[in-house]
């Protein structure tokens, strides 16, 4: 039964961390930088041929849904998507010919590269605009069925995919790093210590088996979980045969396939044989003693490369393989991923597999053998832990462009809980390195028992074990938000809010010191009209850290509800704010605030 509580705890504490620091939505990854027809164009005469959406990275062709809308919500797009020139970072789909005067609606729900779901869309007019409104982009993209709890859901998979990961990958690095060099310098010629190996042997297998089941698990269940974020769909709505197809055509997908495939042959080789980890069989040579079997090479390899394999896939599928630069983030993922696995894997092999062994053997030989395999796994933490902290500030570097977007963003907030998180690991172990070991060394050297040294280490290698499960629910987190690099790579910026009843989309561009233009469109929240009700508009910016502003910004009526400014100077780097302040009547006005990066 205790065993049963504390697995409740640990995956009560993996839900908790996850609901704390997930995404509340959808992150955008990707978004537009541009589309065609422009936002609110009117076409006096003829139509255009095509939509086209343009982004700021590739997006997804293979599961992704352009549609375009009449005011009645009837499609008149050839429903066939594709790419103009062969562009990565532009989609589009043909217009049927012959539309009549009105207004239209396009709309685009895509994958980003890194497998995020992102939505938008705009409103053109052919000839004068509908007088009964065209359709709001909200009002299209409403029949989204997914909601927000299976982004949340999403996050808890893709930590328990990295738990997964940690326990095959780590479980067999430990077995090879800690537990037979450990096992071969003190066994003894007694029957208590074949009994112990075959103890570890047993548990052990289990261990990794459990590891595939929850990989396969997660694998299967993220697969059907995007299915159901991108189409828009219920979880079981989106459990179809056609849905799953179009998740594989996905890089999301292919990886995540991938990653199904090398659980299969890890899982096929643990069970071709009962010998499936022969590493922990001891072999009888007489009465005086025992040797360890060896794994032949070709067992050896069946083992590793499936479980190495699985440390590359979530550099595969996320943001290391989709921001640049991609020569440097990936290997980093993948180094990140294998040292977080050779501490989390050798922690529950010490809290796990460990007590299985030392509970076939005398007191003074429990403690010789906690001796042995703890001081090789103490340099093998250290050195994961130094890898952690390496991979995981040069990403942060690489990730972040200030310090303070580390409490202004999602995804810096996500990092500092993990970094405190890794912090209280780092001090146990320092504990355990320290304090704990070395008593233990000297009771082992002396021939005592463990005792109370014994207890107090088991209490802190639970408590690591806790707190690197909420290390990897913060992870499983933290992919769902986007870098704060990634948004201000682009060369513009663009904002979409409300301000009082109407809906204001505002771009900069080209976001940088020096001059930009920015354009405000203002549209009716309920129809998606634009707003010509404007009596006046202004506009001031304002760098609050380095006390400028605020500066008025002139701007110009362009069209109905869109106003302009050209070449408004922004003189330094930061994060600038844009009061914009609508005065519809004598009496109202609307007042919103926009965040513009500078770079």
Same mark, same amino acid.
């Given at each position: 039964?205790?065993?049963?509580?504390?697995?409740?705890?640990?995956?009560?504490?993996?839900?908790?961390?996850?609901?704390?620091?997930?995404?509340?939505?959808?992150?955008?990854?990707?978004?537009?930088?541009?589309?065609?027809?422009?936002?609110?164009?009117?076409?006096?005469?003829?139509?255009?041929?095509?939509?086209?959406?343009?982004?700021?990275?590739?997006?997804?062709?293979?599961?992704?849904?352009?549609?375009?809308?009449?005011?009645?919500?009837?499609?008149?797009?050839?429903?066939?998507?594709?790419?103009?020139?062969?562009?990565?970072?532009?989609?589009?789909?043909?217009?049927?010919?012959?539309?009549?005067?009105?207004?239209?609606?396009?709309?685009?729900?895509?994958?980003?590269?890194?497998?995020?779901?992102?939505?938008?869309?705009?409103?053109?007019?052919?000839?004068?605009?509908?007088?009964?409104?065209?359709?709001?982009?909200?009002?299209?993209?409403?029949?989204?069925?997914?909601?927000?709890?299976?982004?949340?859901?999403?996050?808890?998979?893709?930590?328990?995919?990295?738990?997964?990961?940690?326990?095959?990958?780590?479980?067999?690095?430990?077995?090879?790093?800690?537990?037979?060099?450990?096992?071969?310098?003190?066994?003894?010629?007694?029957?208590?210590?074949?009994?112990?190996?075959?103890?570890?042997?047993?548990?052990?297998? !289990?261990?990794?088996?459990?590891?595939?089941?929850?990989?396969?698990?997660?694998?299967?269940?993220?697969?059907?979980?995007?299915?159901?974020?991108?189409?828009?769909?219920?979880?079981?709505?989106?459990?179809?045969?056609?849905?799953?197809?179009?998740?594989?055509?996905?890089?999301?997908?292919?990886?995540?396939?991938?990653?199904?495939?090398?659980?299969?042959?890890?899982?096929?080789?643990?069970?071709?044989?009962?010998?499936?980890?022969?590493?922990?069989?001891?072999?009888?040579?007489?009465?005086?003693?025992?040797?360890?079997?060896?794994?032949?090479?070709?067992?050896?390899?069946?083992?590793?490369?499936?479980?190495?394999?699985?440390?590359?896939?979530?550099?595969?599928?996320?943001?290391?393989?989709?921001?640049?630069?991609?020569? !440097?983030?990936?290997?980093?993922?993948?180094?990140?991923?294998?040292?977080?696995?050779?501490?989390?894997?050798?922690?529950?092999?010490?809290?796990?597999?460990?007590?299985?062994?030392?509970?076939?053997?005398?007191?003074?030989?429990?403690?010789?053998?906690?001796?042995?395999?703890?001081?090789?796994?103490?340099?093998?933490?250290?050195?994961?832990?130094?890898?952690?902290?390496?991979?995981?500030? !040069?990403?942060?570097?690489?990730?972040?462009?200030?310090?303070?977007?580390?409490?202004?963003?999602?995804?810096?907030?996500?990092?500092?809980?993990?970094?405190?998180?890794?912090?209280?690991?780092?001090?146990?172990?320092?504990?355990?390195?320290?304090?704990?070991?070395?008593?233990?060394?000297?009771?082992?050297?002396?021939?005592?028992?463990?005792?109370?040294?014994?207890?107090?280490?088991?209490?802190?290698?639970?408590?690591?074990?806790?707190?690197?499960?909420?290390?990897?629910?913060?992870?499983?987190?933290?992919?769902?938000?986007?870098?704060?690099?990634?948004?201000?790579?682009?060369?513009? !910026?663009?904002?979409?809010?409300?301000?009082?009843?109407?809906?204001?989309?505002?771009?900069?561009?080209?976001?940088?010191?020096?001059?930009?233009?920015?354009?405000?469109?203002?549209?009716?929240?309920?129809?998606?009209?634009?707003?010509?009700?404007?009596?006046?508009?202004?506009?001031?910016?304002?760098?609050?850290?380095?006390?400028?502003?605020?500066?008025?910004?002139?701007?110009?009526?362009?069209?109905?509800?869109?106003?302009?400014?050209?070449?408004?100077?922004?003189?330094?780097?930061?994060?600038?704010?844009?009061?914009?302040?609508?005065?519809?009547?004598?009496?109202?006005?609307?007042?919103?605030?926009?965040?513009?990066?500078?770079?």
């Amino acid at each position: 039964m205790s065993v049963l509580r504390r697995g409740l705890a640990l995956a009560a504490l993996v839900l908790a961390t996850v609901c704390a620091v997930a995404p509340s939505g959808a992150a955008a990854h990707a978004y537009p930088v541009g589309n065609e027809p422009f936002r609110d164009e009117v076409f006096r005469t003829g139509q255009p041929a095509e939509v086209v959406f343009k982004f700021n990275e590739p997006v997804e062709a293979s599961f992704g849904a352009v549609r375009v809308f009449d005011t009645q919500a009837q499609r008149v797009d050839e429903q066939k998507v594709f790419r103009p020139k062969n562009d990565s970072k532009r989609i589009a789909v043909k217009l049927k010919p012959g539309l009549p005067k009105g207004s239209y609606t396009a709309t685009y729900r895509l994958v980003s590269s890194d497998g995020h779901v992102i939505n938008g869309g705009f409103v053109f007019h052919l000839g004068e605009p509908s007088t009964s409104g065209a359709l709001a982009v909200a009002d299209v993209m409403q029949n989204d069925a997914s909601g927000p709890a299976l982004s949340v859901a999403l996050a808890a998979v893709k930590a328990l995919d990295y738990a997964a990961i940690a326990l095959a990958l780590g479980g067999l690095a430990f077995l090879l790093l800690c537990w037979i060099p450990g096992l071969r310098r003190v066994a003894g010629g007694s029957g208590e210590w074949a009994q112990a190996s075959q103890a570890y042997a047993r548990r052990a297998s !289990v261990l990794l088996l459990a590891a595939v089941n929850l990989g396969l698990a997660t694998g299967a269940l993220g697969i059907l979980i995007q299915g159901a974020i991108v189409s828009g769909q219920s979880f079981f709505d989106a459990l179809q045969a056609s849905v799953v197809r179009e998740v594989l055509d996905t890089r999301f997908g292919t990886v995540w396939g991938l990653k199904l495939l090398a659980w299969l042959g890890l899982g096929a080789v643990l069970l071709a044989s009962p010998r499936a980890v022969p590493v922990l069989r001891p072999v009888s040579l007489g009465a005086d003693g025992h040797v360890l079997d060896r794994p032949g090479p070709a067992r050896l390899a069946a083992l590793l490369l499936p479980a190495t394999a699985l440390a590359f896939m979530p550099a595969l599928s996320g943001h290391a393989s989709a921001q640049e630069p991609v020569a !440097v983030l990936f290997p980093l993922d993948v180094a990140h991923v294998a040292a977080m696995s050779l501490w989390l894997g050798g922690l529950v092999a010490l809290v796990a597999l460990l007590p299985a062994a030392t509970g076939r053997l005398e007191p003074a030989d429990r403690a010789r053998l906690l001796s042995a395999v703890l001081g090789r796994f103490s340099p093998v933490a250290v050195l994961a832990v130094l890898v952690l902290a390496l991979t995981g500030t !040069v990403q942060a570097v690489l990730h972040l462009t200030s310090f303070g977007q580390l409490t202004s963003t999602g995804f810096g907030r996500a990092i500092l809980v993990k970094v405190v998180l890794l912090l209280g690991l780092v001090a146990l172990g320092a504990l355990n390195r320290r304090r704990t070991l070395p008593k233990l060394d000297a009771i082992a050297r002396d021939g005592g028992t463990a005792g109370a040294v014994g207890t107090l280490l088991k209490r802190t290698l639970r408590a690591e074990v806790a707190l690197i499960v909420a290390v990897l629910a913060t992870t499983g987190a933290l992919v769902g938000y986007t870098p704060p690099v990634a948004a201000a790579g682009a060369a513009v !910026v663009n904002v979409e809010q409300r301000i009082g009843p109407l809906d204001l989309t505002a771009t900069v561009e080209p976001a940088t010191v020096g001059a930009n233009t920015l354009h405000l469109y203002l549209f009716d929240a309920k129809t998606g009209a634009p707003f010509d009700d404007t009596k006046s508009i202004t506009a001031q910016a304002t760098l609050e850290k380095a006390g400028i502003g605020p500066l008025d910004i002139a701007l110009r009526r362009s069209g109905p509800g869109h106003f302009t400014a050209d070449a408004f100077q922004l003189t330094l780097a930061g994060d600038w704010t844009i009061r914009v302040v609508d005065r519809v009547s004598e009496f109202d006005e609307y007042t919103t605030t926009i965040n513009v990066p500078i770079r």
